[in-house]
T-cell receptor, first 111, second 114 residues
Framework: GQQVMQIPQYQHVQEGEDFTTYCNSSTTLSNIQWYKQRPGGHPVFLIQLVKSGEVKKQKRLTFQFGEAKKNSSLHITATQTTDVGTYFCAPGGSTLGRLYFGRGTQLTVWP | KAGVTQTPRYLIKTRGQQVTLSCSPISGHRSVSWYQQTPGQGLQFLFEYFSETQRNKGNFPGRFSGRQFSNSRSEMNVSTLELGDSALYLC?????????????FGEGSRLTVL
């Protein structure tokens, strides 16, 4: 399948600090999606990136797709306790599409 | 618009038993994918169904099977349960085959095998 590596696996930050998770692929991706799963919840779609070098913002969240379309990042500015959860990236575009997710980055935010 | 519905939400089984989980996708969605989620392995793809046909299958033993009905509802079955099958089983529906579109997840069925 179309595999991606996601780092770090865990991140603990104090409220107000920034957070970044990275998603790396050995192959060129057509697009990439990001999902968030709150503790005890299910993954929820956040965003899809399609274009090389694309940057999208959602309030304090900034998503970036690399120029070579082999990597992506999610950056959260000034984390809040509501940001707690696991963030997954999911590659798309091949026959297998989005079926294989990254392992996720589990974010803990200390008040 | 109703979301993805999974039943049952929680269940407890013993080793050797079998279990059937159900998933009703969002109306109009023809693709249903199943995932197994465990703390150590993240989201592991099981299989995907589109128009009643299994289109893709992950790396799971034959004890894991599924099917999709004409109304797009899907079931997955696990036979001869093992302790390691304890997990959250998530179903996701999508408009497009191959899950190339946005995935809408259900709340999951949490299976405990004793």
């Amino acid at each position: 399948g179309q595999q991606v590596m996601q780092i770090p696996q865990y991140q603990h930050v104090q409220e107000g600090e920034d957070f970044t998770t990275y998603c790396n692929s050995s192959t060129t991706l057509s697009n990439i999606q990001w999902y968030k799963q709150r503790p005890g919840g299910h993954p929820v779609f956040l965003i899809q990136l399609v274009k090389s070098g694309e940057v999208k913002k959602q309030k304090r969240l900034t998503f970036q797709f690399g120029e070579a379309k082999k990597n992506s990042s999610l950056h959260i500015t000034a984390t809040q306790t509501t940001d707690v959860g696991t963030y997954f990236c999911a590659p798309g575009g091949s026959t297998l599409g989005r079926l294989y997710f990254g392992r996720g980055t589990q974010l803990t935010v200390w008040p | 618009k109703a979301g993805v519905t999974q039943t049952p939400r929680y269940l407890i089984k013993t080793r050797g038993q079998q279990v059937t989980l159900s998933c009703s996708p969002i109306s109009g969605h023809r693709s249903v994918s199943w995932y197994q989620q465990t703390p150590g392995q993240g989201l592991q793809f099981l299989f995907e169904y589109f128009s009643e046909t299994q289109r893709n299958k992950g790396n799971f033993p034959g004890r894991f099977s599924g099917r999709q009905f004409s109304n797009s509802r899907s079931e997955m079955n696990v036979s001869t349960l093992e302790l390691g099958d304890s997990a959250l089983y998530l179903c996701a529906s999508s408009l497009a085959q191959g899950a190339n579109g946005e995935l809408f997840f259900g709340e999951g069925s949490r299976l405990t095998v004793l």
